[in-house]
């Protein structure tokens, strides 16, 4: 394997750069002023303006997989996405952000042309935005069988009830269409074989958004994180992703490479909390010294290049194993980095909010927000426990496999 950026990358990360500090950082206090004022719930005025810069930059949908009309693997993908999560609402500018790439891989992998058409083709050119509708209050979805929201087939449509929550994007207003997973066929004997998923336009006639779940007193708006409630609503079986009982196949799919792009993100705001920690720790002076040269401070600053390192490599190989091997055969390597890397950047944002002092848990900073965002993929995209359990499972199958072979061989 090598993880040594080809010269297409290498240019790419230079022209990105180079758009991050032209256009992002100096103007992220117009994002902070639109979010805290009363307009929050509408599109940010300057992730409008910069998305056709972006466009006429050539940094476009670089999400997109070359296996559906992209140009990068996934192994390229990643250190463009790691400069574009240092800041949390960047990838909107690029077309990159979650839960629209997820999204529109799903739509790309396994949608009809007609449903490409009406759904992904404006979500490729960024005139709509989507939400993924799978957690739910009332049952620990951290299990997905336990899934209770009804998709019961009438004639030529299927009517839906259930209630959703946690369903980030939908509080912007430029949502157009859920993906929501239910059960079509409940008594099927196979529990994951009860699942099905299904579009539904958002203003589809009984859907209710009940409230936003704000995370450690953030909002998120525009895009919010919504409970929804789902209440006899009606779309055509046609509406259907790759066929009934099929949910939790088109998951697995779906999954895989948004855990990995959440992680590349999570490097890049690890890595610009420990840049404000250094800047901080050399210009605060305590008990007549600079905070830099206390003892602790240097070796947090030393642990954290070490993890942020550690968690960069663990997911260059991951994408490697993801683009050479499959996602189905890199499911230990995903799930690995998906518990590794938010505890990575909670660590390291944790350890930056205490070398600013009080200021660190201000929004001055901005490291309160990059830890509520951090903690939060703790469980996203299934939580850590999930995850360490599979790679367990894994890993106990792999070894058992091993020492038996091993056993039968001298035994004979």
């Not at 240092?86 to 891989?105: K, L, Q």
């Not at 979500?123 to 899934?147: C, H, Y």
């Not at 959703?164 to 430029?174: F, M």
């Not at 997911?315 to 499959?326: E, I």
Request: aromatic share 8%; charged share 25%.
């Amino acid at each position: 394997m090598n993880f040594e950026y080809s010269p297409k990358v290498q240019e790419l990360r230079e022209r990105l750069a180079e758009f991050m500090h032209r256009h992002i950082y100096p103007r992220e206090h117009e994002w902070h002023e639109h979010v805290a004022s009363e307009k929050r719930w509408q599109p940010v005025p300057l992730i409008e303006e910069l998305k056709p810069k972006a466009r006429e930059a050539g940094l476009w949908n670089l999400w997109r997989p070359k296996s559906h009309g992209g140009t990068l693997t996934n192994l390229e993908y990643a250190p463009l996405c790691e400069i574009m999560g240092r800041v949390t609402w960047a990838p909107e500018v690029f077309n990159c952000s979650a839960p629209d790439t997820g999204n529109m891989e799903t739509l790309l992998k396994y949608g009809t042309p007609e449903h490409v058409k009406e759904w992904c083709e404006p979500l490729l050119e960024g005139r709509i935005r989507s939400a993924f509708l799978m957690t739910e209050p009332n049952v620990a979805s951290s299990d997905a069988t336990n899934i209770q929201t009804r998709i019961k087939r009438d004639g030529n449509d299927y009517v839906i009830n259930g209630r959703k929550w946690w369903s980030s994007g939908a509080g912007d207003p430029r949502c157009k269409i859920y993906i929501v997973m239910g059960k079509t066929d409940p008594d099927n004997p196979s529990r994951h074989s009860q699942q099905s998923m299904v579009l539904v336009p958002s203003n589809a006639q009984g859907i209710k958004v009940l409230r936003h779940l704000p995370v450690f007193g953030y909002d998120d708006a525009p895009h919010g994180h919504m409970e929804i409630e789902l209440k006899d609503v009606r779309v055509p079986t046609s509406s259907v992703l790759l066929g009934e009982g099929r949910g939790f196949e088109i998951a697995q799919g779906r999954l895989g490479p948004g855990r990995i792009h959440h992680c590349m993100r999570l490097i890049g705001q690890a890595e610009r909390a420990l840049e404000k920690m250094c800047r901080r720790a050399s210009a605060r002076v305590a008990f007549g010294r600079p905070v830099a040269d206390q003892g602790v401070t240097r070796e947090r600053i030393a642990e954290s290049r070490i993890m942020i390192d550690a968690a960069r490599y663990m997911v260059l190989n991951a994408a490697w194993k993801m683009d050479t091997v499959g996602n189905k055969v890199a499911k230990k390597e995903i799930a690995m980095i998906k518990v590794f890397a938010p505890n990575v950047a909670c660590q390291v944002i944790d350890w930056a909010m205490q070398v600013h002092g009080g200021g660190g848990v201000s929004d001055d900073f901005g490291l309160a927000h990059a830890y509520a965002h951090a903690r939060t993929l703790r469980f996203a995209d299934g939580p850590d426990e999930v995850h360490r359990n599979q790679i367990a499972k894994l890993e106990l199958g792999e070894q058992t496999t091993v020492e038996e072979a091993l056993r039968k061989r001298l035994s004979r």
